[in-house]
């Protein structure tokens, strides 16, 4: 298994910038896939980012494409989350999920369903 911990949340203006940080415990991080998912209050959670666990493939939601970008550094067992011009409507709860232990290298998981691991979530609010 895997614990999950995001930082790096906060209160900012439209058009500011955010690293979302998520810290992950034990040797096997980069067994994950990993994803960002953010949810805001009385809606579902939905797919914002994700990265394969090869590093070499990545997947935005098209609200956050050209301004959001996923990374992850396996010796820190760390994956970012860099947002950019931050718009009212990127206000939510964030979190990072990790899939599981084993799985395809090359695939971006990009449903809440296909995630088994979840941090508590960091809040972003943006705003106008």
């Known amino acids: 298994q895997v614990q999950l911990v995001e930082s790096g949340g906060g209160l900012v203006q439209a058009g500011d910038s955010l690293r979302l940080s998520c810290a992950a415990s034990?040797?096997?991080?980069?067994?994950?896939?990993m994803g960002w998912f953010r949810q805001a209050p009385g809606k579902e959670r939905e797919f914002v980012a994700g990265i394969s666990r090869s590093s070499s493939n990545t997947h935005y939601a098209s609200s956050v494409k050209g301004r959001f970008t996923i990374s992850r550094d396996n010796a820190k067992n760390t994956v970012y989350l860099q947002m950019n011009s931050l718009k009212p409507e990127d206000t939510a709860v964030y979190y990072c999920?990790?899939?599981?232990?084993?799985?395809?290298?090359?695939?971006?998981?990009?449903?809440?369903?296909?995630?088994?691991?979840w941090g508590q979530g960091t809040q972003v609010t943006v705003s106008a």
């Open positions: 034990g040797r096997t991080f980069s067994s994950y896939a």
């Open positions: 999920a990790a899939d599981g232990p084993s799985g395809p290298l090359y695939v971006v998981v990009t449903v809440t369903s296909g995630y088994t691991y």
